[in-house]
């Protein structure tokens, strides 16, 4: 009989703590669903490319997730190349022609490619086109 009443309380209370969880999950959260649209996102000049935050905060299943547009003159890159500790990048070039370099493999790509980056990874960009170049991180 005591372990039916376990059964039964487990059961009962189950689906209260994992509601409960969801709920403190979603408070938690600071990205909130949303749709941006290109000619409303703030283009700030930085030293050698145009940026466009989108998204910058937690989700439930990541602590940080940052999303942003970079826009670059043909012959410039944002910054020298680097490497971040504990950081993934995805970029996706959506116009013009990039140099990539991780590591020590370099790829020229262009609209519509993908590269990845691992924690660890050195990585750089250039634009090495006739045109601008517009890529999200």
């Not at 283009?43 to 940026?51: F, L, Q, S, V, Y």
């Not at 680097?82 to 070039?93: G, M, W, Y």
């Not at 022609?97 to 370099?106: F, L, Y």
């Amino acid at each position: 009989m005591r372990s039916l009443l376990i059964v039964s309380f487990l059961a009962f209370t189950s689906p209260l703590l994992s509601q409960q969880t969801d709920q403190k999950k979603a408070k938690d959260d600071s990205l909130k669903p949303a749709v941006h649209q290109w000619s409303k996102l703030e283009a700030k000049k930085e030293d050698n490319r145009i940026r466009r935050q989108i998204l910058d905060g937690s989700t439930t299943s990541l602590s940080n997730l940052e999303i942003h547009a970079s826009t670059l003159e043909p012959g410039d890159s944002p910054h020298p190349p680097h490497k971040h500790d504990d950081i993934e990048e995805l970029i996706i070039i959506t116009e013009g022609t990039v140099k990539i370099t991780i590591g020590a493999d370099s790829k020229v790509l262009g609209k519509g490619s993908i590269a990845f980056a691992m924690p660890g990874d050195e990585h750089g960009i250039e634009n090495v086109g006739k045109t601008r170049v517009t890529y999200y991180i």
